[in-house]
């Protein structure tokens, strides 16, 4: 079944559309990368998938569910059973800093109460050592580098078992020799089949991992298409002109 669906979503902040009817789904297992310039409304787009934002008509359905249809937002139980499915991964890892890397992991599961405190333990050890930090467990996050805050962040959004996982600019806030850290726990998570949808200024992830590339421009998906299609042959001339600006 189809994991996303988004059709004709429109949002505005006061007089500004930000969101102009944009329509697209996303498979189980892809990984979709969403490039862009600064402003076209490409966090706007991923917060409104997770509810974060809401936006004022069109519809997203999750796994056949509609989170919002037509404009019309489902009830909070049904909201919170289809955003507790995803997971996501902002640019300034949102780490709480009071808690060692392994409480920050455990907090949400625990909170859920579906499994036992030893359970979760057990997972988080799994999960630190998957992301490489398992040796972090016990640190307080301000003793560790943005790559590897980045990763703890990667780590937490998994101990929830998510169906998709959101990022918005995972690198963007790090330092040019910690991105390749991260990246390759991404990479890793891809190879896994987890589907993901990655608003990236790094038109190397988009071009080797992603399966697709949605090019966003000015609150509308101007061109989308396989890797080889947006980068060997744009169709557009803004998305050429976008290309030439960063790669
Ligand atoms: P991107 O992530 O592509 O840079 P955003 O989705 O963050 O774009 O922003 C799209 C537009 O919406 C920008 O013009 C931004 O200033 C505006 N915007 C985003 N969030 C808000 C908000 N909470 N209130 C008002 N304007 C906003
Ligand atoms: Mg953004």
Redesign the pocket.
């Known amino acids: 079944m189809t994991m996303i669906e988004v059709q004709q979503l429109k949002k505005s902040?006061?007089d500004?559309e930000?969101?102009k009817g944009v329509n697209f789904t996303v498979e189980p297992g892809e990984v979709v990368a969403i490039i862009?310039?600064?402003?076209?409304?490409?966090?706007?787009?991923?917060?409104s998938l997770i509810h974060l934002?809401e936006v004022n008509s069109g519809s997203i359905l999750f796994q056949g569910q509609a989170l919002v249809e037509n404009g019309k937002y489902a009830n909070a139980n049904t909201i919170k059973k289809i955003t507790s499915r995803m997971g996501m991964v902002f640019q300034h890892f949102n780490l709480f800093p009071h808690l060692t890397v392994q409480q920050n992991l455990e907090l949400a599961p625990k909170a859920v109460k579906k499994e036992s405190v030893a359970d979760i333990r057990k997972r988080s050890e799994v999960i630190l050592n998957k992301v490489g930090l398992l040796d972090k467990a016990n640190v307080l996050p301000a003793n560790l580098s943005g790559g590897q805050k980045q990763r703890v962040a990667i780590a937490r959004a998994l101990m929830l078992n998510p169906d998709i996982l959101l990022f918005?600019?995972p690198t963007s806030a790090l330092d040019p020799e910690l991105t390749g850290e991260v990246l390759r726990v991404m990479q890793q998570l891809a190879q896994e089949k987890i589907t993901m949808v990655v608003?990236t200024h790094e038109m190397n992830f988009a071009r080797d991992v992603a399966d697709r590339v949605i090019f966003?421009d000015k609150?509308e998906i101007a061109e989308s298409g396989t890797p080889a299609q947006i980068f060997g042959n744009p169709q557009l001339d803004r998305t050429k002109a976008f290309l030439s600006r960063v790669e």
Request: aromatic share 4%.
């Open positions: 902040f006061g500004l930000v969101l862009g310039p600064s402003g076209s409304g490409k966090s706007t787009m991923l917060r934002e918005d600019e608003v966003m609150g």
